[in-house]
């Protein structure tokens, strides 16, 4: 089994910057992480999850045009760990952020909380 676990979260101010990361643990995932294409989520209050960037094994990125130029996708394999940087935030980029593989498997973690405002 995979677990998921999202950190980094908070409360910032409008233009302001966090570092999300997220450890993929589990048996399999110490030796399999490196060819997981993995993506970062967010889910904001009374919409649906959507995909904010992903990651190839091959570290090819996309990000959702709301946040191309503002977010950066990385990934660290010997710490099976995956970034996201985000700078320039906004109210809007306020949601509950996790991590998965994308395509996303069934589990997902317990997400980060992440509150843009003044």
């Known amino acids: 089994q995979v677990q998921l676990v999202e950190s980094g979260g908070g409360l910032v101010q409008p233009g302001g910057s966090l570092r999300l990361s997220c450890v993929v643990s589990?048996?399999?995932?110490?030796?399999?992480?490196?060819?997981?294409?993995m993506g970062w989520y967010r889910q904001a209050p009374g919409k649906q999850r959507e995909l904010v960037a992903t990651?190839?094994?091959?570290?090819?990125?996309t990000y959702a045009d709301s946040v191309k130029g503002r977010f950066t996708i990385s990934r660290d394999n010997a710490k099976n760990t995956v970034y996201l940087r985000m700078n320039s935030l906004k109210p809007e980029d306020t949601a509950v952020y996790y991590c998965?593989?994308?395509?996303?498997?069934?589990?997902w973690g317990q997400g980060t909380q992440v509150t843009v405002s003044s």
């Open positions: 589990g048996s399999i995932s110490r030796i399999m992480f490196r060819f997981y294409n």
């Open positions: 990651i190839t094994k091959g570290e090819t990125t």
């Open positions: 998965n593989q994308d395509p996303p498997l069934k589990e």
